[in-house]
């Protein structure tokens, strides 16, 4: 690692420690506009991810390749163990293996502790998703998430963990998804932890005025109303067929501009992981 890698990481280190507060990254968080270019670079600089995931978890992956190839010096990064590129976030796409319940509800955990244990380990943030069992889960099983999540931040201080919540499934707001998301929401929001909310941000197209979950949307971004079935980003997209969203060529079960929505969240994230404090 250079010396100016080196002092990056270490400042990040001190950044990630001295966060407080619920971090909540949701549809609110997809202007990255916004962020001051000096909280890029210092992500670019110091975070070094490791992402555990399968298909869904893809999405966000889809939409930051996109930003990446739009704009390469802003939205840089080298996924896998290769060497990263110099002014390159490092992110170790599906390392470990596996998701939030594949192959079962626990193995994510020894994985990460397996990971995290090694001598020679230097990831700072480490992010598990979902597939599809969050909707499947109860009310223990969530807490057997939480709980595993928790241990793993006591064991291991200076790493920085992100929570998520699950996929939309079209069973609405009255839904055991729904109930299970916002238990996870609840837990982030009274203990201070940094929830990157997959099911929001795909609740909301751009524009942010209709929550479609209430709408019974589903992961691909279909919903039914009164109006009878519709498509919220087919929607968008013609509504403003001059937009500015890099959108990927395909994103895993859903449609690109909802992996271009979760790619701009991922940044807007590590803008905040790297210290910045939107809105102040």
């Not at 109303?225 to 969203?245: L, Q, V």
């Not at 395909?250 to 992981?273: D, E, I, Q, S, Y």
């Amino acid at each position: 690692m250079s010396c100016t890698r080196f002092f990056a990481s270490m400042m990040l280190l001190l950044l990630l420690s001295a966060s407080a507060g619920a971090q909540i990254i949701d549809h609110t968080c997809l202007n990255i506009d916004k962020i001051p270019s000096r909280y890029l670079e210092r992500a670019r600089q110091g975070l070094r991810i490791a992402y555990g995931h399968t298909s869904h978890g893809s999405q966000l992956v889809s939409g930051m390749e996109a930003m990446r190839k739009a704009d390469p010096q802003r939205f840089a990064f080298t996924s896998g163990k290769k060497q990263a590129q110099k002014d390159s976030l490092s992110l170790w796409d599906r390392i470990p293996t596996g998701d939030l319940g594949n192959p079962d509800r626990t193995t994510w955990a020894r994985l990460t502790d397996e990971l995290l244990s090694d001598a020679s380990c230097d990831r700072n943030v480490i992010m598990w998703s979902w597939c599809g069992q969050a909707g499947t889960a109860s009310e223990a099983d969530i807490d057997t998430y939480l709980s595993l999540m928790n241990n793993l931040e006591e064991k291991y201080p200076k790493v920085k963990f992100v929570y998520m919540t699950g996929h939309l499934d079209g069973t609405g707001e009255n839904g055991n998804l729904c109930k299970r998301n916002q238990q996870i929401r609840d837990f982030c929001r009274k203990n201070r932890k940094l929830l990157f909310d997959f099911a929001d941000i795909e609740s909301y197209d751009p524009d942010g005025k209709v929550n479609f979950a209430k709408l019974n949307a589903r992961d691909d971004c279909s919903y039914r109303s009164d109006k009878g079935r519709g498509n919220w980003a087919e929607e968008w997209i013609a509504r403003h067929p001059n937009h500015n969203y890099a959108l990927p060529d395909r994103a895993a079960h859903t449609h690109p501009l909802n992996g271009a929505m979760k790619g701009r969240a991922f940044w807007w994230m590590a803008a905040v992981l790297a210290g910045w404090q939107p809105g102040r």
